[in-house]
Structures are given as structure tokens and as C-alpha cells.
């Protein structure tokens, strides 16, 4: 079974920056791919970024042009660099993997996709 972990959360004011990372253990079935989602109080879930086995990356609107993805594949490892952080960003954010690339990771992984535990992200005005 896929085991992930994620780390990084925490507590920062509006304008500010955290990066998440999410460690992948276990055996390994394919080509994962492997992204981000969140959850904020009273919403749905939503799809953050998505990063594939060749380094292909896809964001969703919310994010796009603040958040960056990236994959250290050795380290089984992908990080989630947040910037220009806002309090909507204030969720928790979920690790995920699954074998549908992006963007049919973000409808797939939900579905049937390994997932982390969470880590909290809180961002003050």
C-alpha cells in the first residue's frame, strides 16, 4: 500500500509563504502521479496542483502564477511552494496520488487515489 505524509503546515500572515512537502513510501505501482488538494471549513475539497512521473505540472485557477510544484524523485518526495499566500487559502491540504495524469488526476484521485493524513495551513489577514 502507498503511504504519504505530508509536512510544512502552519501558521502565517497574508502576503507570506510556506512550502509543503509529501513523502511517498511503500511499493511502487506505475507511474504515479501525484498533487495537492484542500479543504477549507464548509467546502468542498478542491484540486490544488498536480505534478506527473515526466515533471508535467497542473494548476488550478485559485493558484495559478503563486503556487508552484515540483518533484524530487530520488527522495520520492514533491513539494508545494506557496506564495502570496491570502486567509482564503486557509485550508488543509491533502497529498494525493493516483495513475491518471492531470487534469483527470483532480476527478480521479478523489475517486480512488492514496491519501495523506493533512496538514493544516492558516493564513491571517
Known amino acids: 500500500q502507498v503511504h504519504l505524509e505530508e509536512s510544512g503546515g502552519g501558521s502565517v500572515q497574508a502576503g507570506g509563504s510556506l512550502r509543503l512537502s509529501c513523502i511517498r513510501s511503500g511499493p511502487t505501482e506505475g507511474n504515479l502521479c501525484m498533487g495537492w488538494f484542500r479543504q477549507a471549513p464548509g467546502k468542498d475539497r478542491e484540486g490544488v496542483a498536480a505534478?506527473?512521473?515526466?515533471?508535467?505540472?497542473a494548476y488550478t485557477d485559485p493558484v495559478k502564477g503563486r503556487f508552484t510544484i515540483s518533484m524530487d524523485v530520488t527522495k520520492k518526495t514533491i513539494y508545494l511552494e506557496m506564495n502570496n499566500l491570502t486567509p482564503e487559502d486557509t485550508a488543509m491540504y491533502y497529498c494525493a496520488a493516483d495513475l491518471f495524469s492531470p487534469p483527470a488526476f483532480f476527478e480521479a484521485a478523489p475517486r480512488r487515489g492514496y491519501w495523506g493524513r493533512g496538514t493544516q495551513v492558516n493564513v491571517s489577514p
Open positions: 505534478i506527473d512521473f515526466d515533471g508535467t505540472t
